[in-house]
């Protein structure tokens, strides 16, 4: 059984299908690529893994233990990069960094930040107010951010986006060092991202045509009905 | 799992009750509106105004119960996610609203001759306006989201939340009432209803409860097959130039029939 | 205890920097109260007569001109989907969240309210139990205004909407935050009205917080 795995995954916004009948699995080690068109619901799943979406149908586990039994325990060993950088433009790079430090309760953070601004090399950025940072410099900042304190599962939706090539190289590396830590990455990219042998896990494949899925699950409710003889008569 | 499978058995059941149900709406709120306008007697001091009481008093209980069907509705929302109690609450706020407001206007035109003055500030009268306003907030969220089912949710929760402040707001209405205005006022309910007014009153009073229902089972169907149309849309069924599209066995939904 | 002072910090360290939230709040206090004397007239007796009254409906409407942000600048940054995914439970967050808003907006009211009051013309008797009065009533209107802000995140005219599904909420604090100053101020004591405004503010304290985490949750949904 995999470390991190989700079996017959459903998921629904509003009354969008987005996919079904997802499965996928990791182990300490593995980096897995989410591929798929505009709208297939690679964000969801990221969601979805993160727990911040519930699936319609499935179930996401870590461990075997279901990830919604202990929230708490979930999101303390995961790190999650959104389409958001989450910076504040008030705050220096490195307050900004300050508070997730602070709920991860990481006990030397001044010193997980400095060394987190150097693996993305914008350390002489650090006294600078987030309203100046420029888009990739941001999108540096908050990658610098899965770097403090630990975690087991990096979950990065698009993390490219804004980066140049020198960047994405880093980010290259800091995948493959998390990975031979044994940490789980799964990301989505729609450039190519030098990461080593992941596993393609192409979303397209599990689009299911909402027509499908509604006679599918109509269908149970309905048998009364279309076997009563007075109503086909009708 | 159950988002549309229960929804069609919900259509399913109704669909038989439906016709009864509106029947013997009718009948009561005739039957009701019978007693009330021409077979009761007179109140001794209001003369004919009492009879505004047959349509304010059935309205106030309306308004309240509707209020506790959408916290109940919440409430299964919240616990169970169940998608049809997110409908239901969704269905019954402006009925509430109505009746909400219908006890109001009664209560002003009840009023005007009583004390003289289209409003007083009675501990009631009052509470059914915040009332009104609980009301009107919950319909201001739900439909102010672009997805409705965000909106649903939010006003799920608020509904519960409001059902936690109605007493609060209840007991400090009254308090404030007793406080500033002594009671020389009549209260609204008069002495002790007479029991030739019993009647009417609980004729009244099931014929709203089962105009509710049958405005409720109308609002959630139409809701339902809302939905499904929106689905099937989405599902891209509909375009012209989809050739892989299989036909869509309507199913229970041919139910032009009812 | 550690992520609740981390939020704390955080949101203070924001209001101090972008500033003008707090002063805004007292300014607003200010302006809508001196409305009141040119509405009904200058005499000394009315506006005593409806000080008390008035101070709290403007508090009110202070307290909620900021609410909407509480959330609203967190939702759009994406700072509240990382809050949520943190390791500290999303009741204790927005603990934080609600009492720097207190910090920041309810606590200049208490300040600037014996100001009012002055201004007013209200007895000196009064001051005191509108002090203690406000100190109970404000942090309550922060918590269940919170509820508010957090249902309305995405929702279209959010700063207009959040006022109709809050206001009718508040009405029980200002009816005995108002009821208390008007005892205290006829002589009588203002304890039952003031033991009530804690006893809601207890129930706001220990009920509010699950509700607004519940909705910030379905936001993020």
């Known amino acids: 059984m995999a470390v991190f795995s989700g079996s017959d995954l459903t998921c629904l916004r509003g009354e969008r299908l987005v996919f079904g009948k997802l499965s996928f699995a990791a182990n300490p080690g593995d980096a897995i690529m989410l591929r798929g068109r505009n709208g297939a619901g690679k964000s969801s799943l990221l969601r979805l893994m993160a727990g911040l979406l519930i699936p319609r149908s499935g179930q996401i586990t870590w461990n075997n233990e279901p990830i919604h039994s202990d929230r708490i325990a979930h999101h303390a060993r995961l790190q999650y990069l959104g389409h958001q950088d989450a910076i504040k433009p008030v705050l220096s790079v490195r307050d900004n960094l300050h508070l997730w430090g602070q709920l991860r309760g990481v006990d030397d953070i001044d010193r997980e930040i400095d060394t987190a601004l150097h693996a993305l090399d914008i350390h002489h950025l650090s006294r600078t107010a987030g309203r100046y940072l420029s888009s990739g410099q941001k999108r540096r900042t908050a990658l610098a951010r899965i770097l403090i304190g630990h975690a087991d599962l990096w979950l990065l939706d698009e993390p490219t986006v804004g980066l140049d090539r020198e960047s994405s190289n880093e980010l290259a590396h800091l995948i493959a060092d998390f990975r031979a830590k044994g940490g789980i990455v799964i990301y989505s990219t729609h450039i190519d991202l030098a990461v080593k042998e992941p596993v393609l896990l192409d979303i397209d494949e599990f689009a299911i045509p909402m027509i499908e899925w509604l006679k599918d699950h109509d269908a149970p409710a309905d048998d009364g009905m279309r076997s009563d003889p007075k109503r086909a008569a009708q | 799992m159950h988002r549309f499978a229960k929804p069609s058995v919900f259509l399913k059941l109704t669909a038989p009750i439906l016709p009864w149900l509106a029947g013997a709406t009718a009948i009561l709120i005739a039957a009701g509106l019978y007693f009330a306008l021409f077979a009761s007697p007179i109140d001794y001091q209001q003369g004919d105004t009492v009879r505004i009481m047959y349509l304010h008093v059935p309205s106030a209980w309306m308004g309240l119960f509707c209020y506790v069907g959408m916290a109940i509705c919440g409430a299964m929302s919240l616990i169970w996610k169940h998608p049809l109690a997110d409908i239901c609450a969704r269905a019954t706020a402006p009925i509430g609203a109505t009746f909400t407001a219908l006890c109001l206007i009664t209560g002003s035109l009840w009023g005007e001759p009583m004390w003289g003055t289209w409003w007083v500030w009675d501990a009631r009268l009052t509470s059914m306006l915040i009332l009104l306003f609980l009301y009107l907030g919950y319909i201001a969220l739900v439909n102010a989201f672009d997805d409705p089912d965000r909106g649903s949710k939010a006003g799920s929760a608020l509904a519960l939340v409001g059902a936690v402040n109605v007493p609060i707001v209840k007991f400090s209405v009254d308090w404030w009432n007793t406080l500033h205005q002594p ?65 869509y066995d309507p199913g229970h939904n041919a139910e032009t029939s009812q | 205890m550690n992520g609740f002072t981390a939020i704390l910090r955080r949101d203070l360290q ?151 599904l809050v206001l009718p909420l508040y009405i029980p604090i200002l009816i005995f935050g108002a009821g208390a100053v008007e005892a205290a101020l006829l002589g009588m004591s203002a304890t039952a009205q003031l033991q009530i405004m804690g006893a809601i503010l207890l129930l706001a304290l220990a009920a509010t917080p699950f509700a607004t985490a519940h909705a910030l949750r379905q936001a993020m949904e």
Do not use: C
């Open chain 2, 183 to 247: 009671a020389s006022i009549v209260r609204m309910d008069g002495p002790a209803v007479d029991p030739s007014m019993q009647l009417p009153l609980a004729l009244m009073i099931l014929g709203f409860t089962g105009y509710y229902f049958v405005v409720l089972i109308l609002r959630v169907r139409l809701e339902l097959n809302e939905r499904r149309i929106r689905a099937l849309h989405l599902s891209g069924m509909f375009d012209d130039n989809a050739q892989d599209a299989e036909p």
């Open chain 3, 14 to 164: 924001l209001a101090m920097r972008q500033g003008a939230d707090s002063v805004m709040v007292v300014a607003f206090f200010i302006v809508t109260t001196t409305l009141f004397p040119f509405g009904v007239g200058p005499e000394a007796n009315i506006l005593a007569r409806i000080a008390s009254g008035v101070i709290w409906v403007s508090a009110l409407l202070a307290a909620m001109l900021s609410l909407e942000r509480v959330f609203q600048t967190d939702y759009e940054d994406g700072t509240l989907e990382l809050l949520t995914l943190s390791p500290v439970s999303l009741e204790v967050v927005v603990l934080g969240k609600v009492v720097a808003h207190w910090l920041t907006t309810g606590l200049p009211l208490i300040v600037a309210a014996p100001l009012m009051a002055v201004m007013l013309n209200m007895d000196t008797d009064g001051f005191v139990v509108l002090m203690i009065a406000m100190l109970l009533g404000t942090p309550a209107l922060s918590l269940i205004g919170a509820i508010g802000a957090a249902l309305i995140l995405g929702a279209r005219r959010g700063g207009v909407l959040v006022s109709l």
